[in-house]
């Protein structure tokens, strides 16, 4: 089916389609990157939406040239970590919508994206199970497949050959065209499970059979690390990394008992792949949707700049725009994210001098309201007592971002604001699962990527809150 009579059964003209976009795709923008539709970016309704074109393109993608295999690899990846899932499923289940995800995988390759990267633990197993129902009916030179060794299960050599068949059969295929260490964050761990227990040595097995054509690891760790890891006498086939306009300076927050010298800017670890000639392929590049809800003020300076812009098309163009990026990974829930994210890259425009100059001006701004980097990942879910982790955060930095947190009792905002952040927190988190729930186990804070101290986080909001309660 074209693009134009795909709309047209849909029934969106361009004039919906233009006013469908002002008024209220943030919700789906949103949901395509973690979040559930319903969220909606303030009352008045402030877009972080863009406007689409009226066909968007099948043969226009930027595509990257992998250096080691000489093949082409599309800029815009598809990442399969938030796929649809059947009505009222939970967004993380393994209820997948198959025919959905079909329909999504169709429109993906006939619009010139040929990568996709899954992950055993993604969907509980299920996203390597659908991934390899909807590319079945592809030749299999048509597409690159990428999937992981789940570090964090600290499996066994046994374990890991296990699952390394596993992920063979569920995914239908004989090779993986990248295969990742997944989720490497300290040197024990990866010294204990890679090397110690020999599952390095099995997957460099499978490589010379084949079975693997290019090794890499995924990667949220410490500079001593990915030091240690770029220093091993072993060529890795390319890295996967977080890597976004947030991050570029920065890098992600730490733990407090981490030596702040650890912390690794994107910028760093961008620069050392390259020097080492290793393609980098990028996940979170927006941070796990962070980047498509910046404040209020720092979405007026990008709009200012570029009413037409999606917010979210700034911090591909900040990631494509980078030459040794092979593959941008989006997480793509939605038709609408898909479609949206495939008229960014094609072909993607790399961001000048001057749209430089916008975005850090605008994420100077942004970081003037403190939020909890948390990207909705779900790495530290379930928490033994109960707390919606994930959640407690995206009520708190919804409020911050949109720049509605009830803050001087003097303001005369204030009595309003704090209504509308208890209600809010009511209805986007139930009572048993809120921050006043957590004990301070600390159970949670190794699982997290983002290196967020969770108990501490959670301890401020629920004063916080309490102070709000007290306050009438
Ligand atoms: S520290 Fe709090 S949020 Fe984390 S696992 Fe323990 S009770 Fe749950
Ligand atoms: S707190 Fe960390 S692990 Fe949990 S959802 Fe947020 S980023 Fe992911």
């Given at each position: 089916m074209d693009d134009k009579k795909q709309k047209n059964d849909k029934g969106m003209?361009?004039?919906?389609?233009?006013?469908?976009?002002?008024?209220?795709t943030i919700s789906a923008v949103a949901g395509s990157y973690g979040w559930r539709r319903t969220m909606s970016c303030g009352k008045d309704g402030y877009s972080t939406a863009g406007v689409m074109p009226e066909i968007i393109p099948t043969d226009k993608m930027t595509y990257r040239t992998d250096p080691h295999?000489?093949?082409?690899?599309?800029?815009?990846?598809?990442?399969?970590?938030?796929?649809?899932?059947?009505e009222g499923a939970n967004p993380n289940s393994d209820e997948v919508d198959q025919d959905m995800v079909n329909k999504l995988v169709d429109y993906a390759i006939a619009h010139g994206i040929n990568y996709f990267d899954t992950a055993h633990p993604y969907h509980k197993g299920m996203s390597q199970i659908a991934i390899g129902k909807a590319l079945k009916k592809y030749p299999r030179d048509k597409f690159f497949l990428a999937t992981k060794m789940p570090t964090p299960h600290m499996p066994t050599l046994e374990q890991a050959?296990?699952?390394?068949?596993?992920?063979?059969?569920?995914?239908?295929?004989?090779?993986?065209?990248y295969y990742l260490l997944h989720n490497l964050q300290t040197i024990e761990v990866y010294k204990e499970i890679y090397e110690n227990r020999g599952i390095l040595h099995y997957l460099l097995e499978q490589k010379r059979k084949g079975r693997i054509r290019n090794l890499g690891f995924s990667f949220h760790g410490t500079r001593s690390l990915m030091e240690y890891l770029l220093n091993l006498d072993l060529q890795w086939d390319f890295v996967q990394i977080q890597c976004n306009y947030h991050?570029?300076?920065?890098?992600?927050?730490?733990?407090?008992?981490?030596?702040?010298?650890?912390?690794v800017p994107a910028r760093w670890m961008y620069e050392k792949l390259t020097e080492k000639q290793i393609p980098i392929t990028v996940m979170e590049p927006l941070l796990g949707g962070r980047l498509t809800r910046l404040s209020r003020s720092a979405i007026a300076i990008l709009k200012q700049a570029a009413p037409e812009q999606s917010i979210a098309s700034w911090a591909f163009r900040f990631v494509g725009s980078l030459p040794n990026i092979l593959c941008v990974l989006s997480g793509m829930t939605y038709m609408e994210n898909?479609?949206?994210?495939?008229?960014?890259?094609?072909?993607?425009?790399?961001?000048?001098?001057?749209?430089?100059?916008?975005?850090?001006k605008a994420l100077d701004v942004f970081l003037g309201n403190r939020t909890v980097p948390c990207t909705g990942c779900q790495y530290c879910t379930p928490c033994p007592y109960g707390v919606d982790i994930p959640a407690v955060f995206a009520h708190y930095n919804k409020c911050v971002n949109e720049e509605q947190m009830p803050k001087d009792r003097m303001d005369e905002d204030?009595?309003?604001?704090?209504?509308?952040?208890?209600?809010g927190y009511d209805r986007s988190v139930p009572e048993l699962q809120q921050a006043n729930r957590c004990i301070q186990c600390g159970q949670c804070v190794s699982k997290c990527p983002q290196w967020i101290n969770i108990p501490k986080e959670m301890q401020k909001i629920d004063r916080f809150v309490e102070k709000l309660k007290l306050e009438k």
């Open positions: 003209s361009r004039r919906n389609m233009l006013k469908w976009l002002a008024a209220g295999t000489g093949k082409k690899v599309s800029l815009l990846g598809y990442g399969l970590m938030r796929l649809p899932v059947k050959k296990e699952i390394f068949e596993k992920q063979l059969r569920d995914c239908q295929v004989e090779y993986f065209d991050d570029w300076d920065r890098g992600a927050e730490l733990p407090a008992w981490m030596q702040q010298s650890e912390r898909l479609q949206e994210n495939i008229c960014t890259f094609s072909p993607l425009q790399p961001l000048s001098e001057e749209e430089h100059k916008v975005l850090d204030y009595r309003r604001a704090r209504r509308r952040f208890l209600i």
